[in-house]
Nanobody
Framework: QVQLVESGGGLVQPGGSLRLSCAAS????????MTWYREAPGKQRELVAR???????NYADSVKGRFTISRDNAKNTVYLQMNSLQPDDTAVYYC????????WGQGTQVTVSS
């Protein structure tokens, strides 16, 4: 019943921007901490950005100043605005929802290449 559906990935030139969306259903969205993770080729999954149920945020050092996480509780959706994209940002980006139990989306591919 719980679903997290990511969208917005694609191919972008270095320096470009993308906005990822994660639409949640089957949970009381307002109660959940929402997190974007990414998994690059040959690397372990890492936390990119998190927004807590109360609205506080934290970011990986590598994306601070470039990425912004936000949530629209009325739409049960969390966003990741990604600016000044670099080739090292290339990864599959996953949405995560957590209180104690965790739920994952299936990911959306972001490729940054010239």
């Amino acid at each position: 019943q719980v679903q997290l559906v990511e969208s917005g990935g694609g191919l972008v030139q270095p320096g470009g921007s993308l906005r990822l969306s994660c639409a949640a259903s089957g949970i009381v969205f307002t109660l959940y901490h929402m997190t974007w993770y990414r998994e690059a080729p040959g690397k372990q999954r890492e936390l990119v950005a998190r927004i807590a149920s109360g609205g506080s945020t934290n970011y990986a050092d590598s994306v601070k100043g470039r990425f912004t996480i936000s949530r629209d509780n009325a739409k049960n959706t969390v966003y990741l605005q990604m600016n000044s994209l670099q080739p090292d940002d290339t990864a599959v980006y996953y949405c995560n929802a957590k209180i104690l139990m965790e739920y994952w989306g299936q990911g959306t591919q972001v490729t940054v290449s010239s």
